[in-house]
């Protein structure tokens, strides 16, 4: 725990440091990678869309007691054929069957029931059903994708309103870019596609977004006066400002992955197939790919970007020429005079309220405010 | 706290802390007094059915919330209808309609009947005759129909009236053209006044003769020869059948009013038919006397749809409660056809049927030939009967028809493994986090899991009062969305402790570091819960069902978080800074400097120089 607390010291003083910015072409070989699999995945095996988009019926069968072969005998009986699709899943109160027929049987849902019940021998409360049309999950698809285009267009402003325009699209291909890993983990590993997988996938938004957010807050105030001092090339302020909030961002993912994990656990290993389960399934996976993303990827991203603009080319420049002269001075011998222009931008660059108050203050208050402005 | 002068620079922490105490308890307090302890659950959790309509029209425009309202509270007298109760009927985004019925029902059937579209006719009444189920036959309800059973004696004309539906439309005649309609069949509120006043009323307008037959109940036959609601056959099937034809005839005989199942099979019969096809259908409910009226129905001669408007209003003239109606261009020259017609024909083929989904809701007659396009039909309403069927009538103006989307029935036995399963999921969630926290920052940690617990109070608290009051309801997506929201919180906590650390690692004491480190922290948490915030709103907005009930959650836990640490977490992080357990960074705070790696946290010399960064020249 103390190590744990000493590498976050570290991480923060910068004594030690991951290099994520300047790795730019690691990640995006890797991302490229994913994204080609999963964008492969995508369209040559498609989706397993789940009956909820098929349409059909789901009858579930909390009875003790019911086997599986008992439970396909029946449906069989009532479809005529052996399409329907049966399974087992275990819930809190013991074992339940799963028994799915396709919507193509045209078998009406009351008969249905009826039928399965009288031939278990159980009373019709105690088969549950589920009636889905096949327009259902399309439906309900359709509008996730419209509020899902609304909400990156609102975000995007917002992000570039709150931050700007750089950092905005930045949060927004590290968004895409976990949207598409997650739906094409679905393709490649053929996880079945709910509503819940749905409400799974519209979560990953806010919750990349948030990681994101809370990176790029730190970026914000390391690179605000970068220009004032020839040290540290933005991708550099931007790689000590991730450091330095790493321990945040660890933590935070973790904390987000833990209910998420929970969700799993109870959804898979108790709950068998279930709402539950996909949600928590489709998070877990988008989270994953959001916590490598607010890092790996919309950092380097916006470095990229930032670079490219005219006086961050000149610190560029500056920064090169400085490091050759030190290189210079190292090599001759001696060192060169000062980093005190590097201290003014010491990440991260403490912002905002109250410290440049006249107020009056003790020492040690005075230390730690007054004097960073 | 960016404060002005005059505040001192820590805030005022108590206060903070004793407001969100105050909400805490008033809510709580609330939820105990108005009896919503527990969040209301939704039919996945609790058992039951829910049926999710869609309505589709071929005009975009009627699907508005103004049609969808009237849709539902049609759709809420349907189930009720079934003797389903407590059962909810609500709007769902902009074109779904969703109908709930907990446990004990669980009724697959009720979900078909939902599904059907809803068609409004009116159709001239050819014949009609009282059923009473001998069970229920009141004994005083025997006597007055004794006289005379099902005295139907059909015109022949009425068919002809209602083909001729192109011809002259009254013009000049006046939209307050006569209203001349009353009620002999309708709600169930009021049905013994209307019972008795129609039969007045009609006595009044027109040959007297019609009042016994109108009011009269083939009670007396049926009850002596068929005690188990039997189809009445006998002597009125002989007085019809000049009329109605054979097939008719047959299914007229046929039919049950008395019974559910015969309801249902004329209702579907009716439904099923085509609107040229003559038809046998049943009064929706029984009057006083516990008579159903069973008609038989020529083709229809206005559809609901050529109803532009009806309302009910609080005559001036009479005092009495009726229902105005106005007809498109269309449907007024229809109307004044077939009211034409049958306002010369004898009861009960002077009436018209009012028939929504197949089964007659009311079957006022005529004495005059309405035209103008304007009618009113008035009895003996009260102000819920005649509101009643102005919705009935505004429905059949509703250009909507209602797709089945969802139909899921939950045992209670599902429900109730759903429900644990998301109780245990979100304890053992919790329990990580309560850890995670624990471990991480020690005494901070503390902080962290007294903050989850008031977020969870007012969570549980909100959500039980907003069950009450809006109707939400809990559901399994709702209760994922309430599991994810413990990261979101804690995430708030860490990114507040990092910061203040972050101060500390600086050499900031911890009284300021907590100070300080707050406006920074406040923004990221701010921004962040926003970004959260708005992802839920959007959602909620462009969604329906599942996923507007998981957006629900989310937003909410997410203010909830902000309203958390400004009020609670932040307060009492100033407050434990004064503490000497804190502030003295005992190892066990989750603050000593020693532990962060801070080897001199008490450096001297103003204008800190803070560590160095050796970051840019190592990487370089």
Request: aromatic share 6%; proline share 5%; net charge positive.
């Given at each position: 725990m103390s190590r744990f607390g000493n590498i976050g010291h570290r991480l923060y003083t910068g004594e030690v440091s991951f290099d994520f910015v300047g790795r730019r072409r690691l990640w995006t070989i890797i991302s490229g990678v994913i994204l080609v699999a999963a964008i492969l995945g995508l369209s040559v095996r498609g989706l397993n869309l789940g009956i909820e988009f098929k349409g059909g019926q789901i009858y579930t069968v909390t009875k003790p007691g019911v086997t599986v072969a008992q439970a396909q005998k029946a449906a069989n009986d009532l479809t005529h054929d052996s399409s329907a699709l049966v399974q087992t899943a275990n819930g809190a109160k013991g074992e339940q069957i799963l028994i799915q027929i396709s919507s193509a049987e045209k078998i009406d849902p009351t008969t249905g029931q009826n039928t399965l019940s009288q031939s278990l021998g159980l009373s019709q409360n105690q088969i549950s059903t589920q009636s889905l049309s096949a327009s259902w999950g399309h439906d309900i698809s359709q509008k996730a994708l419209e509020g899902l285009v609304v909400f990156m267009v609102l975000v995007t402003l917002y992000l570039a309103f709150a931050f700007e325009w750089r950092l905005a699209l930045g949060a927004l291909v590290a968004l895409l870019h976990d949207l598409v890993i997650t739906v094409g983990v679905y393709a490649l590993v053929g996880f079945e596609v709910t509503s819940g997988t749905v409400i799974g996938f519209l979560t990953i938004l806010g919750y990349s977004l948030y990681d994101t957010v809370v990176v790029f807050d730190g970026l914000k105030s390391a690179t605000n006066k970068l220009t004032k001092?020839?040290?540290?090339?933005?991708?550099?302020?931007?790689?000590?400002?991730?450091?330095?909030?790493?321990?945040?961002?660890?933590?935070?993912?973790?904390?987000?992955?833990?209910?998420?994990?929970?969700?799993?656990?109870?959804?898979?290993?108790?709950?068998?197939?279930?709402?539950?389960?996909?949600?928590?399934?489709?998070?877990?996976?988008?989270?994953?790919?959001?916590?490598?993303?607010?890092?790996?990827?919309?950092?380097?991203?916006?470095?990229?970007?930032?670079?490219?603009?005219?006086?961050?080319?000149?610190?560029?420049?500056?920064?090169?020429?400085?490091?050759?002269?030190e290189a210079k001075a190292a090599a001759e011998g001696r060192t060169l005079e000062d980093d005190a222009p590097q201290a003014e931008v010491t990440v991260p660059a403490p912002t905002g309220g109250p410290r440049n108050q006249p107020v009056n203050r003790t020492r040690s208050e005075r230390r730690s405010s007054g004097g960073r402005r | 706290m960016a404060s002005p002068k005059s505040r001192p620079r820590d805030g005022y922490p108590g206060r903070a802390l004793s407001l969100i105490l105050v909400i805490m308890v008033a809510l709580v307090a609330t939820m105990v007094g108005t009896g919503n302890i527990k969040p209301r659950l939704g039919i996945d959790l609790a058992g039951g059915t829910s049926v999710t309509l869609q309505a589709t029209s071929s005009d975009k425009n009627a699907i508005n919330p103004a049609n969808m309202g009237i849709a539902s509270g049609i759709m809420r007298d349907r189930v009720n209808g079934t003797g389903v109760t407590e059962a909810t009927v609500q709007v769902q985004g902009n074109d779904e309609i969703v109908?709930?019925?907990?446990?004990?029902?669980?009724?697959?059937?009720?979900?078909?009947?939902?599904?059907?579209?809803?068609?409004?006719?009116?159709?001239?009444?050819?014949?009609?005759?009282?059923?009473?189920?001998?069970?229920?036959?009141?004994?005083?309800?025997?006597?007055?129909?004794?006289?005379?059973?099902?005295?139907?004696?059909?015109?022949?004309?009425?068919?002809?009236?209602?083909?001729?539906?192109?011809?002259?439309?009254?013009?000049?005649?006046?939209?307050?053209?006569?209203?001349?309609?009353?009620?002999?069949?309708?709600?169930?509120?009021?049905?013994?006044?209307?019972?008795?006043?129609?039969?007045?009323?009609?006595?009044?307008?027109?040959?007297?003769?019609?009042?016994?037959?109108?009011?009269?109940?083939?009670?007396?036959?049926?009850?002596?020869?068929t005690p188990s609601a039997v189809p009445t056959t006998g002597t009125v099937a002989g007085q019809l059948g000049g009329t109605v034809p054979a097939a008719l005839q047959q299914q007229f005989n046929a039919i049950d009013c008395t019974t559910n199942a015969g309801r249902l099979a004329a209702q579907n019969a009716a439904n099923n038919a085509h609107e040229t096809d003559q038809v046998v259908s049943c009064s929706t409910t029984a009057g006083s006397s516990g008579a159903w009226t069973k008609y038989a129905l020529d083709k229809v001669a206005v559809d609901g749809t050529s109803i532009s408007k009806a309302q009910a209003n609080l005559s001036t003239q009479t005092g009495q409660w009726e229902v105005d109606l106005s007809f498109n261009s269309h449907g007024s020259s229809q109307f004044a056809a077939i009211t034409g017609q049958l306002a010369k024909n004898q009861t009960p083929t002077n009436e018209f049927a009012i028939q929504l989904d197949g089964l007659v809701q009311s079957s006022p007659y005529v004495s005059n030939a309405i035209t103008g396009g304007q009618a009113t039909i008035s009895g003996s309403f009260d102000q819920a009967s005649a509101t009643s069927l102005a919705n009935v009538l505004s429905y059949g103006s509703l250009p909507l028809n209602f797709k089945q989307l969802e139909v899921v029935t939950v045992s209670p036995e599902l429900g109730g493994s759903q429900l644990d399963a998301g109780l245990i999921a979100g304890l053992i969630g919790l329990i990580l986090v309560v850890l995670y926290s624990l471990v991480y920052y020690r005494g901070l940690g503390l902080v962290a899991v007294a903050s989850l617990?008031?977020?969870?109070?007012?969570?549980?608290?909100?959500?039980?009062?907003?069950?009450?009051?809006?109707?939400?309801?809990?559901?399994?997506?709702?209760?994922?969305?309430?599991?994810?929201?413990?990261?979101?919180?804690?995430?708030?906590?860490?990114?507040?402790?990092?910061?203040?650390?972050?101060?500390?690692?600086?050499?900031?004491?911890?009284?300021?570091?907590?100070?300080?480190?707050?406006?920074?922290?406040?923004?990221?948490?701010?921004?962040?819960?926003?970004?959260?915030?708005?992802?839920?709103?959007?959602?909620?907005?462009?969604?329906?069902?599942?996923?507007?009930?998981?957006a629900f959650t989310l937003g909410l836990t997410t203010l909830l978080d902000v309203v958390v640490v400004f009020l609670f977490t932040k307060p009492l992080m100033t407050l434990l800074a004064r503490r000497n357990f804190f502030n003295s960074g005992h190892p066990w705070s989750g603050l000593s400097p020693e532990r962060l790696g801070v080897r001199n946290p008490l450096r001297d010399s103003r204008g800190s120089r803070r560590p160095v960064r050796p970051t840019a020249g190592k990487e370089a």
């Open positions: 001092q020839n040290k540290l090339t933005y991708s550099d302020a931007a790689n000590a400002s991730l450091n330095s909030t790493l321990v945040r961002s660890i933590n935070t993912s973790v904390l987000a992955l833990l209910p998420v994990a929970a969700l799993l656990f109870i959804g898979g290993g108790l709950l068998g197939a279930g709402v539950l389960n996909d949600i928590s399934l489709a998070l877990f996976v988008g989270l994953t790919a959001g916590a490598y993303s607010s890092i790996c990827v919309a950092t380097p991203m916006v470095a990229w970007l930032q670079e490219k603009r005219p006086e961050y080319i000149e610190l560029a420049r500056k920064v090169k020429q400085r490091r050759a002269a | 109908v709930n019925v907990p446990k004990g029902t669980s009724s697959t059937q009720l979900a078909t009947e939902l599904a059907q579209t809803a068609k409004l006719y009116f159709r001239p009444v050819l014949a009609e005759q009282q059923q009473v189920n001998a069970a229920s036959l009141p004994k005083s309800s025997a006597s007055p129909s004794a006289s005379s059973s099902g005295g139907a004696k059909p015109s022949g004309s009425a068919s002809p009236a209602a083909s001729s539906s192109g011809k002259p439309k009254a013009s000049g005649s006046g939209a307050a053209a006569a209203p001349s309609a009353s009620k002999t069949q309708g709600d169930a509120l009021s049905q013994d006044l209307k019972a008795s006043s129609s039969a007045s009323a009609k006595a009044s307008a027109s040959a007297s003769a019609h009042a016994s037959s109108s009011a009269a109940a083939a009670g007396t036959p049926k009850a002596a020869a617990l008031v977020s969870a109070i007012l969570t549980w608290s909100l959500m039980s009062l907003l069950g009450g009051a809006i109707g939400f309801a809990l559901n399994l997506p709702a209760v994922c969305g309430a599991i994810v929201a413990i990261g979101i919180t804690a995430d708030s906590f860490v990114v507040y402790f990092e910061r203040v650390r972050d101060e500390l690692r600086e050499g900031a004491t911890l009284r300021p570091a907590v100070r300080n480190a707050w406006p920074r922290a406040r923004r990221t948490i701010l921004v962040s819960d926003f970004v959260s915030f708005l992802a839920a709103a959007v959602l909620y907005f462009f969604t329906v069902g599942k996923v507007q009930g998981f």
